[in-house]
Nanobody
Framework: QVQLVESGGGLVQTGGSLRLSCAASGRTFSRYVMGWFRQPPGKEREFVAVINWTGSTTYAADSVKGRFTISRDNAKNTVYLQMNSLKPEDTAVYYC?????????????????WGQGTQVTVSS
Protein backbone atom coordinates (compact mmCIF):
# COMPACT_ATOMS: atom_id res chain seq x y z
CA GLN A 1 0.00 0.00 0.00
CA VAL A 2 1.26 3.47 -0.92
CA GLN A 3 -0.19 6.72 0.32
CA LEU A 4 0.54 9.93 -1.53
CA VAL A 5 -0.05 13.46 -0.25
CA GLU A 6 0.42 16.48 -2.51
CA SER A 7 1.10 20.01 -1.33
CA GLY A 8 2.27 23.33 -2.70
CA GLY A 9 -0.64 24.35 -4.86
CA GLY A 10 -2.15 27.81 -4.82
CA LEU A 11 -2.98 30.95 -6.73
CA VAL A 12 -0.24 32.55 -8.82
CA GLN A 13 -0.08 35.18 -11.56
CA THR A 14 0.89 34.45 -15.14
CA GLY A 15 4.64 34.02 -15.37
CA GLY A 16 4.98 32.98 -11.75
CA SER A 17 6.34 29.78 -10.24
CA LEU A 18 5.20 27.08 -7.85
CA ARG A 19 6.79 23.92 -6.54
CA LEU A 20 4.54 20.99 -5.84
CA SER A 21 5.58 18.22 -3.47
CA CYS A 22 4.27 14.70 -3.16
CA ALA A 23 5.13 12.84 0.02
CA ALA A 24 4.86 9.07 -0.15
CA SER A 25 4.53 6.46 2.54
CA GLY A 26 6.08 3.02 2.28
CA ARG A 27 9.59 1.64 2.27
CA THR A 28 9.60 0.80 -1.45
CA PHE A 29 8.96 4.29 -2.79
CA SER A 30 12.43 4.40 -4.32
CA ARG A 31 11.56 1.42 -6.57
CA TYR A 32 8.61 3.09 -8.29
CA VAL A 33 8.19 5.20 -11.36
CA MET A 34 6.37 8.36 -10.28
CA GLY A 35 4.22 10.64 -12.38
CA TRP A 36 2.43 13.97 -12.23
CA PHE A 37 -0.92 14.44 -13.91
CA ARG A 38 -3.41 17.29 -13.99
CA GLN A 39 -7.11 17.74 -14.57
CA PRO A 40 -8.21 21.13 -15.89
CA PRO A 41 -11.79 22.23 -15.18
CA GLY A 42 -14.25 20.26 -17.29
CA LYS A 43 -11.54 18.18 -18.94
CA GLU A 44 -10.03 14.73 -18.58
CA ARG A 45 -6.95 13.97 -16.54
CA GLU A 46 -3.78 14.48 -18.58
CA PHE A 47 -0.15 13.51 -18.29
CA VAL A 48 2.37 16.12 -17.15
CA ALA A 49 5.69 14.40 -16.33
CA VAL A 50 7.22 11.12 -15.24
CA ILE A 51 10.46 10.14 -13.49
CA ASN A 52 12.19 6.79 -13.13
CA TRP A 53 13.03 5.23 -9.78
CA THR A 54 16.56 6.62 -9.58
CA GLY A 55 15.65 10.07 -10.84
CA SER A 56 18.09 9.77 -13.74
CA THR A 57 15.46 9.80 -16.47
CA THR A 58 12.48 12.09 -16.91
CA TYR A 59 9.94 12.84 -19.58
CA ALA A 60 7.47 15.71 -19.81
CA ALA A 61 4.49 16.54 -21.95
CA ASP A 62 5.14 18.95 -24.81
CA SER A 63 2.81 21.50 -23.23
CA VAL A 64 5.08 21.87 -20.19
CA LYS A 65 8.48 20.96 -21.59
CA GLY A 66 11.07 23.61 -20.77
CA ARG A 67 8.85 25.11 -18.04
CA PHE A 68 8.17 22.23 -15.62
CA THR A 69 10.76 19.95 -14.03
CA ILE A 70 10.08 16.71 -12.20
CA SER A 71 12.55 15.47 -9.59
CA ARG A 72 12.65 13.17 -6.59
CA ASP A 73 14.44 12.69 -3.31
CA ASN A 74 14.25 9.03 -2.35
CA ALA A 75 15.76 9.70 1.07
CA LYS A 76 12.73 11.89 1.80
CA ASN A 77 10.21 9.72 -0.07
CA THR A 78 9.20 12.81 -2.02
CA VAL A 79 8.70 13.72 -5.66
CA TYR A 80 8.57 17.32 -6.82
CA LEU A 81 7.21 19.32 -9.72
CA GLN A 82 8.86 22.69 -10.23
CA MET A 83 6.59 24.84 -12.38
CA ASN A 84 7.96 28.03 -13.94
CA SER A 85 6.53 30.51 -16.43
CA LEU A 86 3.03 29.48 -15.49
CA LYS A 87 0.16 30.20 -17.87
CA PRO A 88 -3.60 30.38 -17.29
CA GLU A 89 -3.97 27.12 -19.22
CA ASP A 90 -1.92 25.40 -16.50
CA THR A 91 -4.85 25.89 -14.12
CA ALA A 92 -5.87 22.44 -12.91
CA VAL A 93 -5.92 20.03 -10.02
CA TYR A 94 -2.50 18.38 -9.96
CA TYR A 95 -2.07 14.77 -8.89
CA CYS A 96 0.95 12.64 -8.24
CA UNK A 97 0.77 8.93 -8.91
CA UNK A 98 2.85 5.81 -8.31
CA UNK A 99 3.47 3.21 -10.99
CA UNK A 100 4.47 0.18 -8.94
CA UNK A 101 4.95 -2.03 -12.01
CA UNK A 102 7.32 0.47 -13.64
CA UNK A 103 5.40 0.68 -16.91
CA UNK A 104 6.93 4.09 -17.70
CA UNK A 105 3.70 5.34 -19.18
CA UNK A 106 1.81 8.55 -19.88
CA UNK A 107 -1.49 6.70 -19.41
CA UNK A 108 -3.12 7.32 -16.02
CA UNK A 109 -4.74 3.88 -16.18
CA UNK A 110 -1.34 2.26 -15.59
CA UNK A 111 -0.70 4.04 -12.30
CA UNK A 112 -1.74 2.22 -9.15
CA UNK A 113 -1.86 4.83 -6.42
CA TRP A 114 -2.96 8.45 -6.47
CA GLY A 115 -2.86 11.41 -4.16
CA GLN A 116 -5.86 13.57 -3.38
CA GLY A 117 -4.70 16.38 -5.63
CA THR A 118 -3.71 20.01 -5.11
CA GLN A 119 -5.29 22.98 -6.88
CA VAL A 120 -3.15 25.27 -9.01
CA THR A 121 -4.78 28.43 -10.32
CA VAL A 122 -2.96 30.80 -12.64
CA SER A 123 -4.54 34.21 -13.05
CA SER A 124 -4.14 36.28 -16.19
Amino acid sequence: QVQLVESGGGLVQTGGSLRLSCAASGRTFSRYVMGWFRQPPGKEREFVAVINWTGSTTYAADSVKGRFTISRDNAKNTVYLQMNSLKPEDTAVYYCAADTRNNWSVRPQLYDYWGQGTQVTVSS
